[in-house]
Structures are given as structure tokens and as C-alpha cells.
């Protein structure tokens, strides 16, 4: 067994980033209250160690105002013309971003120009050139930036991540990833939604769900992509404006590893991601459904090791890495170059599909060029 094999298995639910004493409570503004702040960020936070939700914001003052029923904590109730007047700032320190792609940009403004932190949920924004103004207002404000990319702190993401630095599966060959699920069946039943107004997502399933994946292996393999290939597919006359109900792609990166992925937004909710190397091979299944106990799965040298591990909420990790970032005057990682990256990929993606050919990511990710 490689030496690097019991160390990253030992103690798999481990938080490997709070190496610091963090003190104190970061106080949390959660601006969006669509069912995922409400059924998820607010309980999930409910739970964390270094945070809590002192302020919710919502389009509707009704709706904000009994949102403050959903965590003991929550002191204000306000509209989004209050939070952009300022209003309730002194109670909360930082803000969770999560409102329809198209508006995060005003959002994020006015909470860098209060000097407030933020985290902000994926996709960075709905095109490039806007999730470029998000990156840059915060630094131009110099305060902190987190995109909300929730498998980066799930403990399996993490030990995968480990395994392979570690050479544990010999160098990667190859990587399949996938997430399905039936919006309009299960998820969100009406096709009156923003995730199908391209104006407002950017696209419904590589900008929802084809992010996983991609941003997953980037994260898991510590690279880039430089060459991307894709195909959608439309059969729901809902998803035809979007142009992507259904999607595969592949990446090269630049040390020779192949990555194919697939999302859906009208097939059975399913996800995974496996790498494959020269000695060895990691599994993740399911894997990016909080809501699903995750599986993990590794082989090398003709053994095979299924874990069985304690399930941690991934919302309740990424709210407490965050806040521990900031308790700690440290880093948080996945930052706005992190996330600006899968913007400038996912752009291409869409247009290798649209074109039909491959397309090469230009050097440091300022553009892209379709193959003739």
C-alpha cells in the first residue's frame, strides 16, 4: 500500500483547513430567499460553529419578515432596496449571495462598497465580462471573495484531492463526470422559471448542474483545462431558448489528462466523478447532491476499498470554511480567479457546441479560439 493511501483515509470527515484557533461568530446577511437559503443555507448555518444568520433579504418585506422565523439568530427582515440602502448593516458582517445569476453583480456591489465579505453562490455571474465586474469590485474594495462551490470543502472531494497529489492512483489518465436531474418533473415544476431565461442564468444545464463536474475535476486534479469539445441537445420546447437541456463535453489539460462530462436537466437525478490513473482508481458516487450520502471508492494494485463514513452537510462546511477564512485573516479558496476561470471554460463549452468544433482556452484564460 502506498504510504500516502492509510494518511489520507484515516480520519476521512476531517476539517484539514482549520489548522488555526478561529474566535468569534460571523454574522451572515443571506440576500435571496428562493427555496435553497431557506431549506438549506439557513439550516446549514443553523448548525455551523463559526457563523450565524442575523439578516435575510428578500425582493418581498413580507417574505423577509418571516424568513426571521427560520433561525433564532435572524434579528432583521429587509427588502433588497433596504439592503442597497445600507439599512441593517451593522448586523451582519458578511453577505451570502443568492439570487438569480443576472443579479448577483448589484448585490455583491453594494455589500464591497459597505465593506462587507462575501460569498457568493455559482456561477459567479450569468456571462463572463459581468462575473469579471464581481471579481474586480471586491478587489477594488479589498474585501474577501468566496464562490459558493460547495464540493471543494465535501470531505470525499477533499480526500480524492489528497489521494491523487499523493500519486495514490499513479498519474491521472482519465476523468468521467456526471450530474442528471428532472427540473421540471422534481425540482421546479414550472417552465415559467429563471433558470430557462438566458438573459438571467447564462443557460440551464452547464451553468446549474454541468458546473459540478466541471469544477470538481479542475479542483480534484489542481488544473486547468485548455482545449474544450461539446454537444447540447434541446427535446422539452421549455429548454429552447437556453439551448442546453441536455449536455456532454470533454476537457484536455495541458499534462495529457482527458475529462468527459455529462448534466442533464430531464434525467434521472444521478451524479459521479472517477478518476482514473496509471496504478490506481478513485470513485465518487453519488457525489454532488447534498442531499445524498455521498460514496467513495478506491482501487490500486488489485484491491478495492469501499468507506463507509460519517456524512457531513456540505453547506454547513462551506459557510464554517468561509467564516473560518475570515476569523483567521486567511484566504478562501475557491476565490473570484478561481471562479472566473469556469466562466471563461463554460463560455467555450457553449460555443464549441455551437460552432461544432473544438475550442483552445488561450493562454491565462483572456480567450478562447474555435478551430477551423
Known amino acids: ?45 443553523v448548525d455551523a460553529d463559526f457563523c450565524e444568520t442575523t439578516v435575510v433579504v428578500s425582493g418581498s418585506l413580507e417574505k423577509a419578515e418571516r424568513a426571521t422565523d427560520l433561525a433564532d439568530t435572524i434579528s432583521h427582515g429587509i427588502t433588497y432596496d433596504q439592503f442597497h440602502d445600507g439599512v441593517a448593516a451593522d448586523a451582519y458582517d458578511a453577505v451570502y449571495v443568492a439570487t438569480p445569476n443576472a443579479l448577483h453583480l448589484p448585490f455583491v456591489e453594494t455589500a464591497a462598497e459597505l465593506g462587507k465579505a462575501v460569498l457568493c453562490e455559482k456561477p459567479m455571474e450569468s456571462t463572463v ?125 495541458a499534462d495529457g489528462t482527458l475529462a468527459t462530462c455529462t448534466a442533464s436537466q430531464s434525467a434521472y437525478q444521478s451524479s459521479h466523478l472517477r478518476v482514473t490513473g496509471t496504478e490506481g482508481e478513485i470513485e465518487i458516487d453519488p457525489a454532488f447532491y447534498n442531499r445524498q450520502d455521498r460514496g467513495f471508492r478506491l482501487s490500486w494494485g488489485g484491491q478495492t476499498v469501499a468507506l463507509d463514513f460519517d456524512q457531513v452537510n456540505q453547506m454547513t462546511e462551506e459557510f464554517d470554511y468561509f467564516a473560518h477564512c475570515l476569523l483567521t485573516d486567511s484566504h478562501p479558496h475557491p476565490d ?29 484564460f483572456d480567450g478562447y479560439d474555435a478551430l477551423d
Open 1 to 45: 500500500m502506498s504510504p500516502s493511501i492509510p494518511e489520507a483515509l484515516d480520519d476521512f470527515t476531517r476539517r484539514d483547513w482549520q489548522a488555526e484557533t478561529a474566535g468569534g461568530v460571523v454574522r451572515f446577511a443571506m440576500v435571496g430567499l428562493g427555496w435553497w437559503t431557506r431549506a438549506e443555507a439557513i439550516p446549514a448555518v
Open 129 to 253: 465580462d459581468r462575473a469579471r465586474e464581481v471579481q474586480e469590485v471586491c478587489e477594488g474594495h479589498d474585501v474577501p471573495l468566496m464562490v459558493a462551490y460547495r464540493m471543494q470543502t465535501e470531505p470525499a472531494v477533499r480526500r480524492a484531492r489528497e489521494l491523487v497529489e499523493g500519486g495514490a492512483i499513479g498519474d491521472p489518465v482519465l476523468v468521467h463526470g456526471s450530474m442528471s436531474q428532472r427540473l421540471l418533473a422534481e425540482v421546479v415544476p414550472d417552465p415559467d422559471q429563471w433558470r430557462l431565461d438566458p438573459d438571467i442564468s447564462g443557460g440551464a444545464t452547464v451553468m446549474d448542474i454541468g458546473l459540478y463536474p466541471l469544477n470538481t475535476a479542475r479542483f480534484v486534479l489542481d488544473a486547468d483545462p485548455v482545449r474544450v469539445r461539446a454537444r447540447t441537445t434541446v427535446e422539452d420546447d421549455a429548454f429552447a431558448a437556453v439551448g442546453d437541456e441536455h449536455v456532454s463535453f470533454g476537457l484536455d489539460f
Open 336 to 364: 473570484g480567479d478561481h471562479a472566473l476561470v469556469d466562466m471563461q471554460v463554460m463560455d467555450a463549452i457553449y460555443t464549441a457546441a455551437d460552432r461544432g468544433r473544438d475550442v483552445v482556452l488561450a493562454e491565462e
